[in-house]
């Protein structure tokens, strides 16, 4: 009776090889469609708008030919632009913070799961179902002094929401924090319950108090948590536009122009130049990406 003999080393390597090559095509043939997707609505206008940047390009006559650099120095040069520049960081900062604590707030507050905790969470969290754009719109006919329901009292003591700078900016940021609160408040809530209960069983077994278990255990233990906050956070409220397009139309005084909402102007309204919008945008970019990995790496955890 014949017995056949196992395969051989070089056999199983070629079976092996055969499987794997299988596997990477089967890989690449389901990341095709998202690599597609990358390319058409990321790299592609990508590299158009760095074309634009170096190019002499007004609105309506197209590509007049490289003109580099001389939309970065306008860009740079442009009368609003420091003072967006100024505003859009003094925005950020304070969008942050107030997002950040409220939200981390607000989970700590709703951690415990029952009836009247998961009440308050739905409630929180409503405002985030609501379009940007649509909470503007909301917001600009709350703080309107003819169609509020407050305006009356706007009119006796000669309030207005959107009158000055300082209200201007407040104003908009009771919008955000109202429509992003309960956004950030889950997040947190996801982070603190991914927080094991054994640790905080052996804090209270060391005799940590409540401050310490939250500074020492909670908080280091949050890092992924809030670098993704944090990163998000930032980068919206860098390029906030449809808050301050809506409410303030860059008003008062041309107090409240964001970046986002000079490159608009500078491509659509006034100047009608996309060069240099463009120039703007590329500025913007290399700072979204100088900060994000700064916040990345202030996060970054020892162990790491």
Known sequence: MRVNAPPSGAAIRRVARGRSSRRALLGWFYATPTAVFVAALFAVPLLLVIRMSASRWPLLSGDQGI??????????????????????????????????LLGLGLALLV??????????????????????????????VLYSPYA?????????????????????????????????????????LVGLQGISADVYEAARMDGASRWQTFWKVTLPLLRPTLALTTVLCVTGSLLAF???????????????????????????????DLGVAAAISIIVLVALVIINALQMRAFRSEES
């Open 67 to 100: 003109n580099f650099p001389d939309n970065f120095v306008k860009a740079v040069n442009h009368r609003f632009f420091t003072s967006s520049v100024v505003f859009t960081v003094k925005y950020t900062v304070l969008a942050t913070v107030l997002l950040l």
């Open 111 to 140: 951690q415990e799961s029952s009836r009247w905790n998961n009440l308050v969470r739905a409630s929180f969290l409503v405002p985030s179902a609501l379009g940007l754009a649509s909470a503007s719109l909301l917001f600009y």
């Open 148 to 188: 509020s329901p407050v305006a009356p009292v706007m009119e006796r003591w000669d309030f207005t929401f959107l009158g000055s700078p300082n209200a201007a900016l407040f104003s908009t940021l009771f919008l955000i924090v109202w429509r992003y609160a309960g956004f950030y408040m889950v997040l947190m």
């Open 242 to 272: 449809e808050q301050f397009y809506i409410l303030t139309k860059g008003g008062p005084d041309n107090s409240t122009i964001s970046v986002v909402q000079l490159i608009y102007s500078v491509a659509f309204q006034g100047q009608n």
